[in-house]
């Protein structure tokens, strides 16, 4: 069994349902101290947070992620207990497999690998590790770089284990996100009984043809390094339940995933000039979780680009796809950021899984981007 294997299963086993880190922090630093990381335990709120870092001299470069995991759903959906990591046909199972324990463990053991066989060298190494990824993310990283930002420890490049390979390992990174604009919609109307429409004011009705136009609208075109904007509608609520009452209001929960093409601003005042079109009686309360990012191409991303060549022998596709990540708190520094994991076919399924193969092409990857971006 290889080490990364064995640090993968022993994290899984660990059930750090967020916020819960279970415990694998504590892992993570022990190994860690062992090669003079000097690490740091940091919680804010019910969120546990491990800044661990090798060196004083900079560059510094940062390997992120998170130990918390999305719960299992019901446990009859998987083959094996979720959090008793099974290694079956090639895949290790378990919840945390792909997203993102596997990144986690990999980076791990590159970095210890890096650094028995090259203890010195004009740089430093660091790892920035959170329970609150899957969570709401206020307590987790976004505090911690407040945190470095606050002391002046500046990070020049970082690689966000996250699961970015779509089909192999490494055939596409992700050097950007999408923004996320969450809207909260009430429509007003008036109960009544269904056999009196007329004394009552259906917002169901009212309102269809304007969440159609919504549906509809081309919000951009995208550009060079991203799709076009979308808007999709996750939850509609009204109705007290009985079939005989007219509600008096409409609940619409809807969501942007937005580019470098259009701006919060611009969204907002869209939504609200379609929905006056059609006359409506409305209050929206509006929720912007991540602004888009994307990360300059610079010695970072060319060393992973040749990494990846020269380990794989394939062209890495560079991404902005996908949903949100931490790497846009740490991005906001400007600091040189990607995202390069496992293959995420499986991520927050039932029966999640990974390619036990995969593991050691990960560590390798990981350990010659140090080595191309360091010797």
């Not at 892992?27 to 804010?44: C, G, P, Q, S, Y």
């Not at 060298?121 to 770089?145: C, H, R």
């Not at 407040?146 to 970082?158: F, M, P, Q």
């Not at 610079?298 to 931490?326: F, M, P, R, Y």
Request: proline share 4%; with cysteine; net charge negative.
């Amino acid at each position: 069994m290889s080490s990364t294997l064995n640090l993968t299963m022993q994290l899984i086993s660990l059930a750090s349902v967020t916020p819960d880190d279970a415990g694998c922090q504590q892992v993570i630093a022990d190994r860690l101290k062992k090669f003079n990381f000097k690490t740091e335990h940091l919680r804010f709120g019910e969120v546990d947070n491990l800044w661990a870092r090798y060196g004083t001299q900079s560059p510094l470069i940062v390997f992120a992620g998170h130990t918390d995991v999305v719960p299992t759903g019901p446990v009859e959906d998987w083959t094996t207990d979720p959090f008793q990591p099974m290694v079956r046909d090639g895949y290790l199972y378990g919840r945390g497999a792909a997203d993102m324990k596997s990144g986690l463990a990999a980076m791990i053991v590159a970095a210890e690998n890096f650094i028995q066989k090259n203890p010195i060298f004009t740089g430093s190494i660091a790892f920035l590790i959170t329970s609150d990824e899957e969570g709401p993310s206020i307590d987790g990283t976004k505090k911690v770089i407040e945190k470095l930002v606050d002391r002046k420890e500046k990070i020049d490049y970082c690689i966000v284990g996250e699961a970015s390979s779509e089909k192999k390992v490494g055939d596409q990174i992700r050097v950007g996100r999408r923004g996320s604009l969450h809207g909260k919609l009430t429509i007003h109307g008036k109960q009544g009984h269904v056999a009196f429409p007329h004394l009552a004011k259906n917002p169901i009705h009212d309102s269809a043809a304007a969440l159609s136009e919504l549906a509809h609208e081309i919000w951009d075109k995208g550009n060079e390094y991203f799709p076009a904007t979308t808007f999709q509608i996750s939850n509609i609520h009204a109705g007290t339940g009985a079939a005989n009452v007219i509600p008096g209001s409409l609940n619409v929960l809807f969501n942007f995933r937005f580019s470098t093409a259009v701006t919060i601003d611009e969204l907002q005042t869209r939504v609200k000039t379609i929905l006056e079109k059609h006359k409506l009686s409305f209050e929206i309360e509006w929720d912007a979780s991540a602004q888009p990012f994307l990360t300059q191409q610079g010695k970072l991303v060319h060393a992973v680009q040749k990494t990846i060549k020269d380990v794989l022998n394939i062209e890495t596709v560079l991404s902005t796809g996908g949903g949100t990540s931490d790497g846009r708190f740490i991005a906001a520094t400007g600091a040189e950021v990607i995202e390069l994991g496992p293959v995420n076919a499986t991520v927050h399924q039932a029966n999640e899984c990974v390619s036990v193969k995969d593991l050691d092409v990960l560590t390798e990857v990981y350990e010659k981007i140090l080595e191309n971006l360091f010797l």
